[in-house]
């Protein structure tokens, strides 16, 4: 059973581009949630969809915008990369299942994005 | 103050030790309380998931929540080489909610 998936590992931009990363949630699970970590700090939350809605947000600025699919996969945007959005991001799957079980967010392996 | 306070360490111990790890929170209104393992360069590990106050065991771990206090505590018994990671403890109001989390721990296990 595959986990959290996301590519690309690595991405290397440079100010004022725009970059794409990708997620795949683990089987089952319906809500995505992404995350930007920055090099010593826990990880600080973007936003989260579900049923192809963002149904929170965090508080970053209207340059990070996402999607969902109907297969539950996940695409998160930057717009007019600054420096300081270099950063592990991470995707998350949580979900219940239909006998009732619920599980909470699960990671995956992040995206490592540097701006220069 | 932070929602979340996490002493960043980093904090080494003699492999076979008992390690202890903690963090406070200011939101009373967290109910489900979380243990992440990251890796160095690696996604965050759920360890542990509990939700309101008590104790939970798994293995050689232990996660213990005193909401009255707003404190909660991770536990590893007879701590390995390969438990050297940095620990984050991570909140959420509702299940399904964003989690916030502390800054990390980082536990270095000495052979």
Request: with cysteine; net charge negative.
């Given at each position: 059973d595959a986990g959290v998936t996301q590519s690309p590992t690595h991405l290397i931009k440079t100010r004022g581009q725009q970059v794409t990363l990708r997620c795949?949630?683990?089987?089952?699970?319906?809500?995505?949630?992404?995350?930007?970590?920055?090099?010593?700090?826990?990880?600080?939350?973007?936003?989260?969809?579900?049923?192809e809605e963002e149904r929170q947000r965090g508080n970053f600025p209207d340059r990070f915008s996402g999607?969902?699919?109907?297969?539950?996969?996940?695409?998160?945007?930057?717009?007019?990369?600054?420096?300081?959005?270099?950063?592990?991001?991470?995707?998350?799957?949580?979900?219940?299942?239909?006998?009732?079980?619920?599980?909470?967010?699960?990671?995956?392996?992040?995206?490592?994005?540097?701006?220069? | 103050q932070k929602e979340v306070e996490q002493d960043p360490g980093p904090l080494s111990v003699p492999e076979g030790a008992i390690v202890s790890l903690n963090c406070t929170y200011s939101n009373s209104a967290f109910?489900?309380?979380?243990?992440?393992?990251?890796?160095?360069?690696?996604?965050?590990?759920?360890?542990m998931y509990t939700y309101s106050s008590g104790n939970k065991e798994d293995g050689r771990f232990t996660a213990q929540v005193d909401k009255s206090s707003k404190y909660i505590s991770l536990f590893i018994r007879d701590s390995q080489p390969s438990d050297s990671a940095t620990y984050l403890c991570a909140m959420s109001v509702n299940r399904?909610?964003?989690?916030?989390?502390g800054k990390g721990t980082r536990l270095h296990i000495l052979p």
């Open positions: 795949s949630p683990k089987s089952g699970h319906d809500t995505v949630s992404w995350y930007q970590q920055a090099l010593g700090q826990g990880p600080q939350f973007i936003f989260q969809y579900y049923e999607h969902q699919f109907p297969n539950y996969s996940s695409e998160l945007n930057v717009n007019a990369l600054l420096l300081g959005d270099s950063a592990l991001y991470l995707c998350a799957s949580s979900g219940e299942w239909t006998s009732g079980r619920y599980e909470t967010q699960y990671f995956g392996p992040g995206t490592r994005l540097l701006v220069l | 109910q489900y309380f979380m243990w992440y393992r990251q890796y160095s360069r690696k996604g965050p590990e759920l360890l399904d909610d964003k989690i916030i989390f």
